[in-house]
């Protein structure tokens, strides 16, 4: 089976959701016109990742700006999932988009995943925020740390330095991961040594395609960080969506410059020929001697327990 996917490099409208979903759903319908069949947006990027929780004082601007993400950061669902899932279907075309998450008072960075049947089959949230990102978003945990049924296979999907983790990743594996979505946020060229590293060793690990998708920093984007503060080592640019297949080959990418879709057509045979000589989640592993557990519960803060009930 051969799947024509490609990874969607972009620049958000900052902080402006609505201007975003706009430029997002224009992406979906350019990839119908090249027969694209997935696509894979970069983290967070609906509406922006939060540039500023690295730049500035936490103390002086972390709150105006958390506040203007927290405005722009959608519920799922909602009236934007309902466009994307609108698009999705109208086009024929599944995704995964990186948004910023809005649950009562607590952010979460997530990523939609949507059928070209235009159902919403997952809104998975990143387990542990990264560093400085604990000051804007809160944690997932297990209930979606999983795989999904698609068209044309079986999709997973991590966030950024979620793939550093070997836990995570096998969790993902080991539920017969075909095709894998990795978004990460962009505009950081020092760490491009770190997605190259991660995403090639994540499609050896698993016998997987990985599809990976970031933003691009704009210097409207940092006019606006800058505000009177230093917005540090950022750069314009920043660029390093890719695709790579099973034996961790680059098959388009990694692009560091322009906007646009970095594609290619994944050949599934692949995973075959991959998991003949090495297949971690079957004739490779040994249970016997190391196993992982994941829990899977929805972990919730307030559980009310009916006294009266007999």
Not at 21 to 36: N, V
Not at 112 to 129: M, Q
Not at 190 to 205: G, Q, S, W
Request: hydrophobic content about 40%.
């Amino acid at each position: 089976m051969i799947v024509k996917a490609a990874a969607v490099q972009m620049s958000p409208q900052f902080l402006d959701t609505q201007g975003t979903l706009m430029k997002i759903l224009l992406y979906i319908e350019e990839a119908a016109d090249q027969g694209l069949e997935l696509l894979v947006f970069p983290e967070t990027i609906l509406p922006g990742y939060p540039y500023w929780s690295m730049t500035h004082d936490p103390m002086s601007h972390l709150s105006r700006f958390n506040k203007r993400l927290h405005a722009e950061s959608i519920v799922v669902p909602g009236p934007e999932t309902d466009k994307l899932c609108a698009a999705a279907k109208k086009h024929h075309c599944n995704i995964v988009v990186g948004i910023n998450e809005k649950e009562g008072g607590t952010l979460y960075n997530s990523q939609l995943i949507i059928t070209d049947e235009g159902i919403l089959l997952g809104c998975r949230r990143k387990l542990v925020p990264t560093s400085q990102e604990r000051m804007v978003w809160g944690r997932g945990d297990g209930s979606d740390l999983k795989v999904y049924e698609t068209s044309f296979g079986v999709l997973g999907a991590l966030i950024c330095y979620e793939h550093s983790s070997p836990l995570f990743r096998y969790s993902i594996q080991a539920q017969g991961e075909q095709i894998h979505a990795a978004n990460w946020p962009g505009g950081l060229p020092f760490i491009d040594h770190i997605m190259d590293a991660a995403i090639r060793h994540y499609a050896f690990e698993s016998g997987t395609f990985v599809i990976s998708a970031t933003s691009i920093l704009t210097q409207d984007i940092l006019d606006e960080l800058s505000d009177g503060s230093g917005t540090g080592k950022l750069q314009p640019g920043g660029g390093y969506s890719a695709i790579v297949n099973p034996a961790g080959k680059y098959l388009a990418g990694p692009e560091k410059d322009r906007e646009g879709l970095v594609s290619a057509e994944l050949d599934l045979e692949e995973i075959v020929n991959a998991k003949i000589m090495v297949d971690g989640q079957g004739h490779y592993a040994r249970p016997d001697v190391v196993q992982l557990r994941l829990n899977s519960s929805k972990q919730q803060p307030l559980i009310i327990e009916d006294k009266q009930a007999p």
